[in-house]
């Protein structure tokens, strides 16, 4: 979803389409020909930009639709900010913290950026990214690793641990405001303050979240909604909650 009106849908990992209230239309994609015709990934922002993905090479539309890298990486996974900044994170099969991707210049990073203006900086980490995910302000960026959870600002280069624990290839989490990081940790919700740069626990869950990006808050009421897993291990089976503020 860009909005709550539209959305990208990326049907059988071959075309995509675009959803604007009850219209749907199929959007121009670039891809070499003779090539593995499925996308490693698709990742939109809240401008209706969007990147992927296709047959060796990684695309992005930013009012009109350019090639900005190859890859041959086995696992690719792209995170576009608002601004129009991608966060590429790619694996090779025979070293998973290696990345294969190139843009351009001999050297090699397990991640790293591309901004608007396609100026590559490199991300400083060096573990296994298992998910990743802009801040609305295009600053920050929450990714967590084999390490933990972390907040890293993008302008300043300067990096802020969230928690050591608890966190695994499923963790759920996302941003609910540009200060404001929420994130599972055991059986509780727990809200981690850019600014003061700690975390309080503001609930525990009634069952397991085991997908990414749970949650979403209402901007009029400060509720703050988030679902659990059907097949958690609670045995509690698949709900729908609401946190008040």
Same mark, same amino acid.
């Given at each position: 979803w860009v909005n709550h009106q539209v959305a990208y849908l990326v049907v059988n990992y071959t075309s995509i389409y675009l959803l604007n209230g009850q219209s749907l239309s199929p959007v121009s994609i670039d891809s070499a020909p003779n090539v593995n015709p499925?996308?490693? =990934?698709?990742?939109?922002?809240?401008?209706? /930009?969007?990147?992927?993905?296709?047959?060796?090479?990684v695309y992005r539309s930013l009012g009109s639709l350019s090639s900005i890298g190859q890859d041959n990486s086995s696992e690719l996974q792209l995170r576009l900010a608002a601004d129009g900044t991608l966060f590429v994170n790619g694996t090779n099969p025979s070293n998973p913290n290696v990345s294969t991707i190139d843009v351009g210049t001999p050297t090699k990073s397990t991640s790293y950026f591309i901004s608007a203006? =396609?100026?590559?900086?490199?991300?400083?980490?060096?573990?296994?990214?298992?998910?990743?995910?802009?801040?609305?302000d295009s600053q920050n960026i929450a990714i967590s690793n084999s390490q933990?959870?972390?907040?890293?600002?993008? +302008?300043?280069? +300067?990096?802020?641990l969230v928690t050591l624990t608890g966190i695994g290839p499923q963790s759920g989490f996302n941003w609910i405001s540009t200060t404001d990081l929420l994130y599972v940790n055991g059986n509780a919700v727990w809200d981690f303050g850019?600014?003061?740069?700690?975390?309080? +626990?503001?609930?525990?869950?009634?069952?397991?979240? /085991?997908?990414?990006?749970p949650f979403a808050a209402d901007a009029t009421t400060d509720a703050i909604y988030f679902s659990t897993d059907p097949k958690d291990s609670l045995g509690t089976g698949a709900g729908i909650y609401r946190i008040n503020p």
């Amino acid at each position: 979803w860009v909005n709550h009106q539209v959305a990208y849908l990326v049907v059988n990992y071959t075309s995509i389409y675009l959803l604007n209230g009850q219209s749907l239309s199929p959007v121009s994609i670039d891809s070499a020909p003779n090539v593995n015709p499925f996308f490693a =990934d698709f990742t939109a922002n809240s401008a209706q /930009n969007f990147a992927y993905a296709l047959g060796g090479t990684v695309y992005r539309s930013l009012g009109s639709l350019s090639s900005i890298g190859q890859d041959n990486s086995s696992e690719l996974q792209l995170r576009l900010a608002a601004d129009g900044t991608l966060f590429v994170n790619g694996t090779n099969p025979s070293n998973p913290n290696v990345s294969t991707i190139d843009v351009g210049t001999p050297t090699k990073s397990t991640s790293y950026f591309i901004s608007a203006s =396609d100026q590559r900086i490199s991300y400083p980490g060096s573990q296994t990214i298992y998910d990743a995910e802009w801040s609305p302000d295009s600053q920050n960026i929450a990714i967590s690793n084999s390490q933990g959870l972390s907040v890293f600002n993008y +302008k300043t280069g +300067k990096s802020q641990l969230v928690t050591l624990t608890g966190i695994g290839p499923q963790s759920g989490f996302n941003w609910i405001s540009t200060t404001d990081l929420l994130y599972v940790n055991g059986n509780a919700v727990w809200d981690f303050g850019l600014t003061q740069g700690t975390s309080h +626990k503001i609930a525990n869950t009634p069952g397991a979240i /085991n997908h990414l990006a749970p949650f979403a808050a209402d901007a009029t009421t400060d509720a703050i909604y988030f679902s659990t897993d059907p097949k958690d291990s609670l045995g509690t089976g698949a709900g729908i909650y609401r946190i008040n503020p």
